[in-house]
């Protein structure tokens, strides 16, 4: 057995028709399982042209090829579709604890086509599959929906969901799909095509064995890994001081490579929320929709935001499946404002950043109700925040008016203003239909000069991570063919990643000048590629990204993946899988008709005209000449196609079907 099982299942919405499909083990060698197997898929089945809502679209749920294997920290699931938010390749990742589920019924991965006559959802247990009436479920919640479904169908095992909300069956181009209470797939518009599909949910209760070539190899690999988690306690370090460490990094001009095992440490005590307020001081979190700084939002505001006031309201340690770092944490806010909501996740620093600087707000109470309002609605935080800052940037500047915004006040920080706007977007009511699909949708709708304020990458908002910070950042949010994606490179992840020590071309630069970031170089160039085709090799493993960061010399993905499989590939192997898959993603971007040069980042995403004041006064990114270096590293042409030459040479030919 080879990790895999080597079988997927087809789901015809419209005829009801489902069929099992064995694919060959070449398919998973060259580009594994997960996000790889995705887009083998999708560029083969999917026409060009098709409408992203319509009955050609196909929505993939997909596992991780180590999932399952008694490897650590590779539970993720993704969603993979045609986006109906950028117009190209679409993919969404999520942690909780539907990947394992996957396989344990039987499938890699199980592919929707077609529109249901009416709502349904599809249930799978060791009997085999069912398309089952969904009516009842339609207009609930997402978190409503998996309560009622684990209910219905819990015998001996609880059952495991993945389910849209209002937003998604109200085809918002930001919504995403839900699991385990909250956790969401939220990235390109994966919720809209689902709730096109009138798919309310995915019900899996399976119980087949999930096996490896070498399971006593993976046990040593993540015994090893999981000691080195136990000892990453950082020191009793209150949360008040993170700003201070945030200045003296944000402050440094030198790079150099460090240990990742410091980001277990962070995740442990306090999850992503540590850069909620270190994020603000060094620069790396856009404030006041990308056009302000610390000056603007300065400690009166941004220290409600310390994670350790958060993690006081926690009333457990959230681990996602084969996670031992366990960032997560459940919170109770039963009586904030009157809420009724118990154990809820915490906030992320994507929503207390989208929800906070971003949007000029400081009140976190605000932040905990819309974070909940968002994961039962399934409605993606980081657009979805994006877009509230859009609307309160052009309420200040006169484009919206009160009588446009239903009397809402649309003031920067106004809390309850921004809370009501969000309830709209949901509902899609009001100005809240003009906000649901994302500042591009909007700015186009509105016009009078409002794409001036619509900060997105090909139509997708950007991560909170500002790339004048981290140049090599807005190579990502430009050059990926899901653009506005903080999570597959950085200059910081490179650093940490170290993987130079196994990959014969990455490049050890050793200390470097962080200026140097800003100017464009085949070396720079070379460090996005790596970061890229590592993300995708973690992506196509079931892996997650703050095991990805620990470093190759602690979350040995190279060497689990030959114990699985029992290929015995070198580093430089996978990566050229990893190449693959991203040149694939590529691909599918060309053949819908994608300029990549459309997916250039938002002008001052890049510094144009740069700030004026805080930490990264004056810095502009040359987006452009970096873009042609990124592409001309990958083997792709002056225009991000690739080339012939490369098609072949990764052996892709073999991968693509004949036009029929």
Known sequence: MLGYTGKILNVNLTSGEMQEEILPDEVYQ???????????????????????????????????????????????????????????????????????????????GIFFSG???????????????????????????????????????????????AAIGQAGENLSLISGICNDGGRIAARSGVGAVMGSKRLKAVVLSGTKAISSNDPARIKEISKELSAKIRKSNLPNIPGGLLPLGGMLLGGMKKGAPMDGMIMAGLMKRWGTIANNTMGVVNGDSPLKNWGGSVKDYSYKYYK???????????????????????CGGLVDISGLNGSTYKHTHKPEYETCCAFGGLVMNKDMDAIYLINELLNRAGMDSISAGTTVAFALECYEKGILTREYTGGLELAWGNAEAIAALVKLMIAREGIGDLLADGV???????????????????GQEPGMHDSRFDPLLAIHFSGDPTPGRHTIGSAQYYDVLHLWEKVSWAPNVGAYLKADEYIPSETLALKAVACSCYKELTDGAGGCLFAMVLGVEHWQLFEWLNAATGWEKTPDEFMEIGKRIQTLRQMFNIKHGIDPMSFRLHKRM???????????????????????????????????????????????????????
């Open 606 to 660: 890049a510094g144009e005209p740069p700030l004026k004041e805080g930490p990264l006064k004056g810095r502009t990114v040359p987006i452009e000449p970096m873009l042609r270096l990124y592409w001309q590293a990958f083997g792709w042409d002056q225009n991000g196609a690739p080339t012939t030459e490369t098609i072949t040479a990764l052996g892709l030919n073999e991968l693509l079907q004949p036009a029929s």
């Open 30 to 108: 060259m580009v594994l399982s997960g996000v790889g197997l995705g887009v083998y898929l999708l560029y083969n089945r999917i026409p060009a042209g098709a409408d992203p809502l319509g009955p050609e679209n196909i929505l993939g749920f997909v596992s991780g090829l180590l999932t399952g294997t008694g490897s650590l920290v590779t539970g993720r699931w993704m969603v993979v579709c045609k986006s109906p938010l950028t117009g190209g390749w679409g993919d969404a990742n999520c942690g909780g604890n539907l990947s394992p589920a996957i396989k344990q019924c039987g499938y890699d």
């Open 304 to 326: 409600n935001l310390n994670p350790d006031r958060i993690i006081k309201c926690e009333t457990r340690k959230y681990h996602c499946y084969s996670c031992g770092i366990g």
């Open 440 to 458: 591009k949708v909007a700015a186009q709708k509105l016009g009078n000069g409002s794409a001036e304020y619509a900060v997105h990458a090909g």
């Open 115 to 161: 529109i249901s006559p009416i709502p349904v959802y599809l249930f799978i247990d060791n009997n085999g599959p069912q398309l089952l009436p969904a009516e009842p479920l339609w207009g609930l919640d997402a978190i409503t929906s998996e309560e009622q479904l684990v209910q219905t169908h819990q015998v001996k095992k609880k059952p495991y969901v």
